[in-house]
């Protein structure tokens, strides 16, 4: 079967309840508190390599009421976000679909170069300090399905949303919903939101642990995950159905790292667990990090808001070969 097919066949298996779970970005398996963007005078230090964090959402191809993208807390200052010296940081939010809105390569890279605004802007707003939206959502919408970019191999029609540090240097921090209401949160049965590099704040309390998920398809043999500024606060590690805890490599201060790790035969089709884990009792406050993953070809892998097939289990039988057998 087809890589892309495979995709979408575990994505439409995905049971109801789990769908349900999708809708919030940072997902509820995830376990993360929010997605940061910083104003693009900020230092890298900080924990964003950029400024820019794209979100995909995807949609069921027979969706023909309207949408609504939901951002809490959009504007910069206040309560949830992160100060350097005084509020000063703009950050726009846009909304993107049409013909190569998702699908171009450039809004997929982790590199923002080249044409990662592409497609047809559906919808755009700045966001300064406003006690208005601070702690509170605003929504983007209603949104028509038929402005999407149709993408079967990533579950039918797809928007793009683009979040920008405009200027300043404080971070934003927000989270994100898809709704079929404006006022409230209402799953879009059958929704996901992918990405392809992921920028948060992790928890400041070090009982906490949190979650990405992706997707393995039947075709990667081998996953190298690349990360920034995690300022060596704990570990990272994989569970799957053939791994208990394989040790992914963790960053510095304002530094990139990676490390590859080999995709077993029983893993394929399955999703992997990558834990974050803070050190116990010296965990940092308000650390932001980046991720992103790849495959053997170098290609980006999206993963998901939800573990594609549930929550893996390591399974203990899995490689153990009969007593006398080499």
């Not at 970019?149 to 683009?162: D, Q, S």
């Not at 606060?233 to 960053?251: F, L, P, T």
């Not at 932001?288 to 289990?313: D, W």
Request: aromatic fraction near 12%; proline fraction near 4%; charge should be neutral.
């Amino acid at each position: 079967m087809n890589a892309k097919k495979t995709i979408l066949a575990a994505c439409m298996a995905v049971g109801a309840a789990t769908t349900a779970m999708a809708q919030p970005v940072p997902g509820d398996d995830e376990n993360i508190p929010y997605l940061m963007t910083f104003g693009k005078e900020s230092l890298t230090e900080w924990g964003d390599d950029n400024f820019v964090q794209i979100i995909f959402f995807s949609i069921p191809a027979d969706q023909t009421d309207p949408i609504y993208i939901r951002v809490f807390d959009p504007d910069c200052g206040g309560e949830n976000d992160e100060i350097r010296g005084a509020w000063n940081t703009k950050t726009r939010f846009s909304i993107y679909g049409g013909k190569e809105s998702c699908s171009n390569k450039d809004a997929q890279k982790g590199n923002i170069k080249g044409k990662y605004k592409s497609g047809t802007q559906i919808a755009s707003k700045v966001f300064a300090m406003d006690a208005a939206t601070d702690n509170n959502w605003y929504t983007f919408g209603p949104i028509n399905p038929s402005e999407d970019e149709n993408l079967p191999e990533y579950g039918g029609r797809t928007f793009k949303l683009v979040i920008e540090g405009m200027s300043g240097d404080d971070g934003n921090m927000y989270r994100l919903f898809l709704s079929r209401k404006k006022d409230d949160n209402v799953k879009v049965d059958g929704a996901f939101a992918y990405y392809f590099k992921y920028k948060f704040r992790l928890h400041g309390d070090d009982k906490q642990v949190s979650h990405i998920y992706p997707y393995i398809d039947d075709k990667t043999i081998s996953l190298k995950q690349s990360n920034f500024d995690w300022d060596s606060d704990g570990i990272m590690r994989v569970i799957s159905v053939a791994k208990n805890g394989e040790m992914m490599k963790v960053s510095g201060n304002d530094e990139w790292v990676d490390s590859t790790h080999k995709v077993a035969d029983e893993e394929k089709n399955t999703s992997w667990d990558i834990q974050m884990i803070k050190k116990k009792g010296k965990s940092l406050k308000n650390n932001n990090v980046v991720i992103f993953l790849e495959n053997q070809y170098g290609e980006l892998m999206p993963f998901y808001s939800v573990p594609i097939g549930g929550i893996p289990k390591y399974k203990y039988t899995i490689g153990i070969k009969p007593k006398g057998k080499k």
